[in-house]
T-cell receptor, first 115, second 109 residues
């Protein structure tokens, strides 16, 4: 199984809502990533988890809260988002975060709209 | 991580080779060249990577100049399904994947 799955595919939320994005992989990868991609822009790294511990936070606002409950799962909890947070949120995984052959496998993304 | 420069867009005829250039003149000795692509409405997909030797896999070939200041990704027989944004990324061992603007490749029948 070389797939990264993300749920939901689409999410519409109000600025006062709390929601969560889910990501799952069963490739035995020990590094997992969250990226944000605005329309017609490249993906931007948000967070990196290595062996279930947060290793990189790219100065992301606290309204985004990542969680890695186990080595296969990655969540992104959302609270009090702004309309400018509307974007495609991509999850990725790799064997480890510090290896040469750090091929990252990406999920299809969750399209988030904040009203 | 070194910065890369790619053409904004390119066209290629179906069945012909697509040659996508990338400049990375400030690349350091320990930095690798990675290529990913993103088909519309999908997540990015890894294609190939290299340090200084040319590399080939089932998807593409990567040609890196001797001075390592530029590289070319070659899709030998482009199909309509190769239409995508192609990202050239320079990354140090263990470093982050930082995407640039990429090249939008359109394969036309």
């Amino acid at each position: 199984d070389t797939e990264v799955t993300q749920t939901p595919k689409h999410l519409v939320m109000g600025m006062t809502n709390k929601k969560s994005l889910k990501c799952e992989q069963h490739m035995g990868h020990r590094a997992m990533y969250w990226y944000k991609q605005k329309a017609k822009k490249p993906p931007e790294l948000m967070f990196v988890y290595s062996y279930e511990k947060l290793s990189i936070n790219e100065s992301v606002p606290s309204r985004f809260s990542p969680e890695c409950p186990n080595s296969s799962l990655l969540n992104l909890h959302l609270h009090a988002l702004q309309p400018e947070d509307s974007a495609l949120y991509l999850c990725a995984s790799s064997q480890e975060s510090g290896r040469e052959t750090n091929e990252q496998f990406f999920g299809p993304g969750t399209r988030l709209t904040v009203l | 991580d070194a910065k890369t420069t790619q053409p904004t867009s390119m066209d290629c005829a179906e069945g012909r080779a697509a040659n996508l250039p990338c400049n990375h003149s400030t690349i350091s000795g320990n930095e690798y060249v990675y290529w990913y692509r993103q088909i519309h409405s999908q997540g990015p997909q890894y294609i190939i990577h290299g340090l200084k030797n040319n590399e080939t896999n089932e998807m593409a070939s990567l040609i890196i100049t001797e001075d390592r200041k530029s590289s070319t990704l070659i899709l030998p027989h482009a199909t309509l399904r190769d239409t995508a944004v192609y990202y050239c990324i320079v990354r140090a061992f263990g470093g982050k994947l930082i995407f640039g603007q990429g090249t939008e490749l359109s394969v036309k029948p």
